[in-house]
Structure formats: structure tokens, C-alpha cells
RNA sequence: GGCGGCAUAGCCAAGCGGUAAGGCAGCGGUCUGCAAAACCGCAACUCCCCGGUUCGAAUCCGGGUGCCGCCUCCA
């Protein structure tokens, strides 16, 4: 099966085929930094991640445009409720977001073009939209007439008779011909930072920027445009709106968005008490890669339901898959990193890790159906577990095996490194442990195992000998 | 009011016409000095409800009910 993906503009799945043959322009609405980013939007990074991976693991060659939203009505208003400059405030958050980006193991993208510093890009796109006549002026602003525009609403279905005008009138303060338009250009205010540019004094609307930025790094066409539902509409909608009444040419050939996430069932809201920022759940003890899994484990295009027990059942899911590669590891001569030798390998257990191989791409590729990926991964390792447990797999077979979960890690990104760098004292009491186990003396051993857990590692006896791992953050029960 | 989405075991979640994937939790057992990890076995007589189409429906159609989102800044 080819790669395939819904397209919110044509509301089915189709066959992606990319512009240029093995490359993919791929634009994702970023982050308004303003403040810290909420799970919610986490989810959309990470599924943007997985995306962007997926591709890579396909073979293209992906350039990834992320923007940084620097200047709006929020920024603006906290910078001056903090009286800072509007370039200090949004650096600060800009930071938190690639902080949590780094957290969570979120590639990075190819580009962060910021807002601000694309303002004359903007500004000749509205004299462009100005030229071909799309646009009017009203009281120092400049507005987009959807009316000229005959595709208006083909990406959010939206029926134009349908928006009532006068509804929006007082939650504007600009003023408009028709309140369905939307503003390019906002007029310079007393207090807030503008623009001297050639349209006159003021700053952008917000949809403006994602036009100039990504027509500017990935060109008037691009293959792939992804967000949050809610960027449907209007976001989307009037970049569409935008874009093409300018170019005379098709914006982003695949929108895919990604649906909301729910705690406990409900919109995440301040004021409900539900509402979470990655700082939030590292605070209380839980692990990043178990949030990670959580947030990636389920279909994109559904509702994800976040709770804290659904955190601790992720937590639990991770461990198995990193326990069976770490014992994958623990065969003698662990990976050698190059190509195993086929002799002595059962082919019982190449076929295996094909047919592994192949149910998770074609997961992947009907529309990122990541529980079907995840489902090949967790049937393999029930499949290849007894062979474990029996001493059944030989170095090179055990390197085929992990190799390939390592493969498929550069999509999920879930393994951990193991970094045990144990101290002096450390090791003399895992092996005063062992002396006293030898001599029977458990209660000793017993002391001693607890002692070094309170030191955050974990002794575990195997047939082979002490297994020694260093212990994870382990999710609080409480909350 | 308009548009869209979702309802599958205790929880999360696939399946989209052919007789219910997977994970977590739970229970019983094996292994272990104990523990951990791991293994073996058990769990939906049925997929929100009611009709219909069909040899056959969780899957299609019609009608309900419930929940969520968008229509104003929002991932």
C-alpha cells in the first residue's frame, strides 16, 4: 500500500505524491509565544513529529518550516502588562518551547522563521493582494475581501450565508466592510509596536505571516500543510484565501490536521483545573518518554482522551518495549552496528521481523494509523520474548531484531540510551550484595538492594548476574 | 442556528461488509532466596439504542440518544 493521507481539502484519503520526486515541503503552524505550551498543543508537535519521521523513514528528503508566531494581540498585551519589550517577552517563550520541543524529542525543525522578521515578505504579498484588487483600506487598515475570492471555504466547508454578519462586530475593534473579512494589515496604535513599511504604518494580521513564510522557504505551492483542527477555520481558510488570490496558484497540496485532546473528557481550561503544560507533569514525577508514547499512541485524527492513569498505562507500554531491547542488548556482543553475518540465523526469525516490518509501515501508511504500528511492535515482542527467555537467539540473530527496533525508533523515538556510570561506592555495594547472596545472606543483600535504590538504582538478579539500571522517574500516584 | 467529529471490555485503542488487533490494569499459574523482569493461561456470547439493506453488519442506510469541537484568539 502507498503512503496515503486524509486531505481536509478534499475530505478523503488520497495517495500522497509529493511535487518533487523524494522531497516533501512541509509547513506546521508554530507556537504563539506567549506563554507555556499545554499538552494540547503538545499533541500537535508530536504528531507533526511522527509526520515529518515517517517520511524521513520513507526516504525523503523532508524541509520542515516551522514558524514562530512573535507578534499578535497576546503577546503584545502581556509584553505590556509585564512592561518588557515584545522581542524580550516572546524569546523567553520561544526558549520554553524548544525546551519542551528537546523534552519530548521532537526533531527540529528545518527552519523557525519568526514572524517579525518577515514583515516586508508580508508586505509584498498585501500589495500584490492590494494590485489585483482583493483587498480595501478602511481607517488605516487593510482588509481581505473573501467576496472576491470564489474558493472561500473550500478547505472548512463553511457556507459564507451562514456567518451571520453583525455577529462579530463588537468583538473587533477594527472595523470592516463585511465582518466575514479578515484584517492583513492592522493599523499602527498608540503603545503597540509597528512597522513603517509601504502600506503604511502598522503591523500584521495573523494569517498574513504563514503565507510569506512559507511561500518564501518552501514556494507558492508546497506539499504539505498540517495544524490543529481548530486552524481549519479560519486560519487556514484565509491563508488559503490569501495565497492563492496572490499567486494564482494552489497553496499546500495536503492539509492534515490533528484533532483536540480532552482531559478527562473535557476541554482542557484553566479555570476547570485540567489544564496542563509538560512543566506540569515533569513537576510531578512523570517521564517524558512515557508522555511522548501517550501522546503519540493514538490516531491523530481522534479525540485523544488525557488522563493521569492513561500516562501510567503509556508509562507501563514503554517499559516493555525498552525492557525487550535493552535484554535484545544484554546478549553478548550486544550491537555491533554492522551488518550481521545470515549464516546461523534462523530464518524463522528473519521472516518474523519482515512481516514485523511490514505491518508497520502499513500502518503508517494508511494515514499514520500509529495503533496498528504499535500493535506489529508489541506482537513481535510477545513472539520474540519466550525465544529470550529460552536463550534462544544468538548474537547475530539479536542483532537483526534490534537493529530493526532501532529502525523503527527513528519514527517513535522511545528507546533509552543506557548510561550507567556507576561510582566507586556503588559498585563496591552491588558487590558486597553479591558476596552476601552467595553466603545466603539475604538480609544483607536485601538492605543493601534497598540502599541503593533510595540511590536511584535498581538491582535486578537474573541467572547471569546482577542487572543493574539506573531508575526512571516513575509517575506519582497521587493527584 | 450552520459545519464537523466521536460512541468497541475496568481504562486506552484498532477494525470500516465475512464472523471482535494491540496495550494497560485484573485474576490464576511458572520462574525467583525474596523481589523485579519474563513466560503460560483466563477476560467483550458482542461493538450506545431502534429499525432497514444483505446469505452475512461493529462495519452500509434511516431514525434516535449521549459526548466533543469549530463557526470570535486557540494545536
Known amino acids: ?267 482542557m481550561a484553566k479555570s476547570k483545573g485540567n489544564f496542563f503544560t509538560l512543566r506540569d507533569l515533569l513537576d510531578k514525577g512523570y517521564d517524558p518518554v512515557s508522555i511522548r508514547y501517550l501522546l503519540l499512541s493514538v490516531h491523530y485524527r481522534s479525540p485523544l482522551n488525557f488522563t493521569l492513569e492513561g500516562l501510567e498505562a503509556a508509562k507501563n507500554a514503554v517499559e516493555r518495549i525498552q525492557n525487550f531491547y535493552r535484554r535484545l542488548r544484554l546478549i553478548p556482543g550486544g550491537i555491533t552496528g554492522v551488518s550481521p553475518v545470515t549464516e546461523n540465523v534462523d530464518q524463522a526469525i528473519t521472516k518474523r521481523i519482515i512481516q514485523a516490518e511490514k505491518e508497520f509501515k502499513e500502518g503508517l501508511d494508511d494515514d499514520l494509523n500509529m495503533p496498528v504500528s504499535l500493535a506489529s511492535l508489541h506482537n513481535l515482542i510477545t513472539d520474540f520474548n519466550p525465544k529470550l527467555e529460552k536463550d534462544a537467539i544468538n548474537e547475530t540473530e539479536s542483532n537483526l531484531i534490534s537493529n530493526y527496533i532501532k529502525e523503527i525508533d527513528d519514527v517513535l523515538t522511545i528507546l533509552r540510551e543506557e548510561k550507567m556510570e556507576l561510582t566507586a561506592e556503588e559498585e563496591t555495594l552491588i558487590s558486597e550484595r553479591e558476596t552476601a547472596r552467595k553466603k545466603k545472606d539475604f538480609a544483607k543483600a536485601d538492605a543493601i538492594r534497598k540502599d541503593l535504590e533510595g540511590r536511584g538504582i535498581i538491582v535486578e538478579d537474573t541467572p547471569a548476574g546482577p542487572r543493574i539500571t539506573r531508575k526512571q522517574k516513575h509517575a506519582c500516584l497521587a493527584d
Open 1 to 267: 500500500m502507498a503512503l496515503q493521507f486524509w486531505n481536509t481539502l478534499k475530505r478523503k484519503k488520497e495517495e500522497f505524491r509529493p511535487l518533487q520526486p523524494n522531497r516533501v515541503g512541509l509547513y506546521t503552524c508554530g507556537p504563539t509565544v506567549y506563554d507555556f505550551a499545554h499538552i494540547g498543543n503538545l499533541r500537535a508537535y508530536i504528531f507533526e513529529d511522527i509526520l515529518r519521521r515517517y517520511l524521513e523513514y520513507c526516504g525523503y528528503a523532508v524541509n520542515h518550516i516551522m514558524n514562530i508566531t512573535d507578534i499578535d494581540d497576546k503577546t503584545i498585551k502581556r509584553s505590556i502588562e509585564e512592561n518588557v519589550s515584545l522581542t524580550e517577552y516572546t524569546r523567553r517563550y520561544e526558549k520554553a518551547f524548544f525546551e519542551d520541543r528537546d523534552i519530548l524529542r521532537i526533531k527540529p525543525a528545518t527552519l523557525y522563521p519568526r514572524a517579525t522578521e518577515h514583515i516586508l515578505e508580508m508586505v509584498e504579498i498585501i500589495k500584490k493582494l492590494t494590485e489585483k484588487g482583493y483587498t480595501y483600506q478602511k481607517d488605516g487598515s487593510i482588509y481581505f475581501s473573501i467576496e472576491r475570492f470564489p474558493g472561500y471555504g473550500k478547505l472548512s466547508g463553511i457556507d459564507l450565508s451562514s456567518l451571520k454578519k453583525g455577529a462579530r462586530i463588537e468583538s473587533d475593534e477594527y472595523e470592516k466592510e463585511d465582518v466575514r473579512d479578515f484584517v492583513l494589515w492592522k493599523k499602527s496604535k498608540i503603545g503597540e509596536p509597528s512597522y513603517d513599511t509601504e502600506i503604511g504604518p502598522g503591523r500584521p494580521g495573523w494569517h498574513i505571516e504563514c503565507s510569506a513564510m512559507s511561500m518564501k522557504y518552501l514556494g507558492k505551492t508546497f506539499d504539505i500543510h498540517t495544524g490543529g483542527v481548530d486552524n481549519i477555520f479560519p486560519h487556514h481558510e484565509n491563508e488559503i484565501a490569501q495565497s492563492e488570490a496572490a499567486n494564482g496558484k494552489p497553496f499546500a497540496c495536503y492539509f492534515l490536521h490533528c484533532a483536540h485532546l480532552l482531559v478527562n473528557n473535557e476541554k
